[in-house]
């Protein structure tokens, strides 16, 4: 016969473990912030009082007036949690802070210290003058809020998709930007991009409104002046309304392959930069499309129904771009070698490592694909993962041809 187990003590044992543990975090951000022994001057009562008003952690929440399905915000609080994780605060007396405690426990000491009256107790002043750099208003404050706002707007970034819909948060009721905050709820919302079609050529293409979602929760639609990248319009030029073909995104896709949000987010920025660089080209216009400050193809736009159109996206390599040409100049390739020798896509291209073959870097540096070689770390966004491949396939091929000139 089993021996009868002991009703277990509710909460007791688990409200004791939340207490020590949250001592032990006070009293090392104390000694990280101002300095050993000052935990000690921090009256008991108020830390008591600090653990049971303590901020829970920081957490994503549908918006009240969302439909945001449960998977989402599951998969938004993960994300956020992994970008959050990842970061420490470096402090000029040397200290680090990682950035998942500065916004719980450490802005909850921070904001007690910085209310305390001076008389209240004997330590007050010296607490309050170790802490002062930190209080809010500070300049480190503002680097946590800039930081926060930064995560968080890469979060909504990385799970946004042009092709489905746009991702925002609001952290105005964190307690990073509300001190009296009883939650530290991050509240997103999913909004719908506009979708339409159009005829080009006598065939009707499905489009969408190029835009972005702005800390208001508002659109932000992109529009332009057709002279801006290169069209004659005359006397009416007035800004137009930016749409992209869904086969544009898929070729975008297909031809880098990383986080649809990254590139998506990129097209929303280039097209809203002061000066848009572009090459006009006949009757389109094929402005440069950048990732991590590096060229890696162009967005092929048309005018059409008083539109502008991104009708397809080019890899650098590509037949039809400036650099490609250049390629089937310096080495006879055209869009068949280049698709043998898979350096028509990035991942495919990244994969070569021709930034470590002396011989292959010159001469795609002359052919104007140098940025192409700064590039190998977007491997870790990448949906697909590719084989390395060995640089000097590429050179036997280009040896073996006979029509190349350039690696003797």
Request: glycine share 6%; proline share 4%; with cysteine.
């Amino acid at each position: 016969m089993s021996k009868s187990k002991k009703p277990a003590l509710k909460g007791t044992d688990t409200n004791a473990q939340l207490r020590n543990r949250f001592y032990e975090r006070i009293e090392s951000l104390c000694d990280t912030f101002a300095g050993p022994g000052y935990f000690k001057k921090i009256h008991p009562m108020i830390i008591e009082h600090m653990f049971i008003n303590r901020y829970p952690s920081l957490k994503a929440k549908a918006a009240p007036e969302a439909n945001i399905e449960k998977w989402k915000v599951v998969q938004f609080n993960k994300l956020m949690n992994k970008f959050i994780s990842d970061r420490y605060i470096e402090l000029d007396n040397g200290g680090k802070v990682y950035l998942s405690w500065y916004l719980s426990e450490g802005l909850l000491l921070i904001n007690y210290i910085s209310e305390m009256a001076e008389v209240n107790f004997r330590y007050a002043d010296q607490l309050k003058e170790a802490f002062s750099p930190y209080f809010p208003g500070g300049g480190i404050h503002t680097m946590i809020e800039d930081m926060l706002v930064e995560l968080v707007h890469d979060t909504t970034v990385f799970l946004s998709n042009l092709n489905h819909t746009i991702i925002n948060a609001d952290i105005g009721q964190t307690a990073c930007f509300d001190r009296d905050a009883t939650s530290n709820d991050v509240f997103i919302q999913e909004f719908k991009p506009e979708k339409t079609s159009v005829t080009i050529d006598g065939e009707t293409r499905s489009i969408i409104r190029l835009g972005w979602v702005d800390g208001d929760m508002e659109w932000l639609n992109t529009r332009i002046k057709p002279s801006v990248i290169g069209f004659k319009t005359g006397s009416l030029d007035i800004p137009l309304d930016v749409y992209i073909q869904k086969h544009a995104l898929d070729k975008l896709q297909e031809r880098i392959d990383i986080t649809p949000g990254i590139m998506h987010y990129m097209i929303f920025m280039i097209l809203n930069q002061p000066v848009i660089r572009y090459h006009k080209n006949d009757n389109n216009s094929l402005v440069e499309y950048y990732l991590s400050d590096q060229k890696v193809g162009y967005l092929l736009v048309s005018l059409a129904d008083a539109k502008l159109i991104i009708r397809t996206f080019l890899f650098l390599t590509n037949d039809g771009t400036p650099e490609g040409k250049k390629l089937n100049q310096l080495l006879a390739l055209d869009k068949q070698d280049k698709k043998y020798l898979m350096i028509d896509t990035l991942p495919a291209f990244s994969a070569y490592h021709i930034d470590q073959n002396e011989r292959l870097s010159k001469l795609f540096r002359e052919a104007g694909c140098g940025s192409l070689l700064k590039l190998g770390h977007l491997k870790e966004y990448s949906e697909k993962e590719i084989k390395d491949k060995d640089p000097e396939s590429i050179v036997k091929y280009l040896g073996d041809s006979d029509n190349f000139y350039g690696l003797g």
